[in-house]
């Protein structure tokens, strides 16, 4: 077996359900089921533990690699039950609890009945093996959520429209095919470093990029740890990064001087005015990076995907971002006022984010599975269907919608990911026309979910709008 099977393998049998937790679960949140039902599913979950051994690996990998994971889901669901299942990974029995109920729980009980939980290998990245991950977990959210409210994020999306009008001038003008995918990563990190480093030198970020690469890389490899691996590579590259973090964060401190400029980090950091501790900023910043990079990278490929390959959601699109770029002056930025007229926009990409969410739940001791909801037909009818009217009004199911979680742990990076998006699709709609150059191009999901070829696209210049 290749080794990103046996990655994203590893991967996934740590999001499942544990069986304990669901018997808790079952008999303190209120289902949508009878006592007795109840009852009968604490003694015996319906489902099927497959194979010896192997149990029901095959099935979920290969369903996985097609990047249509939903129908391992939604196969047990019709055969057994629409509220949970058993199955079996790695010869290791768990329950999958797939409805908005079960989002409902995971989202408003995390740190009360259960704690955020990761694999001990990534601890090697972060340097947190002696930590508690649940106190870990909530630093992280503390450091992260004034960062990327929306009161500080209004402020820079001038800077992410000059950054993404760059960086499409750079590599898609002149072009006439381009691959959306690494084009995405590239950017995606650019606007990382620009925005939350205050890193705006095209070499200085190449220089970030490279081991940041390798960290990425093998972030979800196989956690061998010897010479000449992807995680060997990644623990050097993540000891690198934090260093030069450190650099950073000392600079920062020493100039005391915070502006715009500076970037996001730099100035909150001088706000909380605490004396060392460079070394756990630093940390928290390579994480923060690292979660932003394949979510936003992913959700702006399949944003492209759609438009390419949908003619009348991108008229749609370009229309409405037309009447905001003529009610601008020449090469004038986009501001937060631009950001909130893009409503049909917006749900353009939350119905993208709905079919191919980037990231599929969260490591915690329960795990929520966004497929299992968003290609439901009991909160989605023809769930299959891209249809971006479903976003208009509040109709939607609470809890059935979780590309960002949800409740008081939804997901700080939300608002960031929305401006980023929002702005990629405004510079390109209003530059381009689109084309698949493979109309048929698949979606793999191992290891992480893209289009297998990387979604090169022919353009179109327009004319002057």
Excluded at 114 to 125: E, L, R
Excluded at 243 to 266: N, T
Excluded at 334 to 358: C, F, G, T
Excluded at 379 to 388: L, M, N, R, S
Aim: hydrophobic share 40%.
């Amino acid at each position: 077996m290749e080794l990103s099977l046996i990655n994203s393998l590893l991967i996934s049998a740590i999001f499942f359900f544990s069986i304990p937790l669901l018997l808790y679960f079952l008999r303190h949140n209120k289902l949508r089921s009878t006592k007795n039902e109840a009852q009968a599913l604490l003694q015996t979950p319906p489902g099927s533990i497959g194979w010896p051994l192997i149990g029901e690996t095959i099935e979920y990998l290969s369903t996985t690699k097609e990047g249509i994971p939903e129908k391992f889901i939604n196969d047990r669901r019709k055969k057994y039950s629409s509220k949970l299942f058993k199955t079996s990974l790695l010869g290791q029995p768990m329950v999958l609890l797939c409805n908005a109920e079960g989002n409902k729980f995971v989202f408003s009980n995390e740190n009360r009945l259960f704690t955020s939980w990761w694999p001990s290998s990534v601890d090697k990245f972060f340097d947190t093996q002696n930590a508690s991950k649940s106190e870990e977990a909530m630093k992280m959210r503390k450091f992260v959520t004034p960062v990327l409210k929306p009161d500080t994020l209004r402020k820079y999306v001038n800077i992410v429209d000059a950054k993404t009008r760059l960086h499409l001038k750079a590599h898609w003008d002149g072009q006439q095919v381009v691959e959306v995918h690494p084009f995405a990563k590239d950017l995606t990190f650019a606007l990382a470093c620009r925005l939350l480093l205050g890193i705006d030198d095209e070499e200085a970020i190449a220089q970030l990029q490279k081991p940041f690469g390798h960290f990425s890389a093998g972030l979800l490899s196989l956690p061998i740890d010897l010479p000449g691996t992807n995680f060997r590579r990644a623990i050097k590259a993540a000891k690198e990064l934090r260093k030069e973090f450190e650099v950073m964060i000392k600079r920062w401190k020493r100039d005391r001087s915070p502006s715009q400029s500076q970037g996001i980090l730099s100035q909150h950091l001088l706000e909380l005015n605490e004396e060392g501790q460079e070394s756990d900023m630093a940390t928290r910043i390579l994480a923060l990076i690292s979660a932003s990079y394949d979510n936003v990278s992913t959700a702006m490929t399949f944003v492209v995907k759609y438009l390419a390959e949908m003619p009348n959601v991108y008229d749609a699109v370009l229309r409405e971002q037309s009447e905001i770029a003529k009610a601008k002056e020449a090469d004038e930025p986009l501001n937060w006022d631009d950001i909130q007229k893009m409503r049909y926009s917006w749900n353009v990409a939350s119905e993208v984010l709905r079919l191919h969410p980037p990231a599929n739940g969260a490591f915690r001791e329960l795990h929520w599975n966004a497929f299992a909801t968003h290609k439901s037909p009991e909160y989605f009818p023809d769930p299959g269907k891209f249809d971006p009217s479903r976003f208009e009004g509040n109709g939607l199911v609470p809890y059935s919608y979780v590309p960002f979680g949800g409740g008081a742990h939804m997901c700080p990076g939300k608002e960031y990911a929305r401006i980023a998006i929002l702005v990629l699709m405004h510079n390109v709609v209003t530059k381009f026309k689109l084309q698949k150059v493979f109309p048929d191009e698949k979606v793999i999901g191992l290891p992480v979910l893209r289009p297998a070829k990387g979604l090169p696209i022919r353009l179109y210049p327009h004319q002057q709008l």
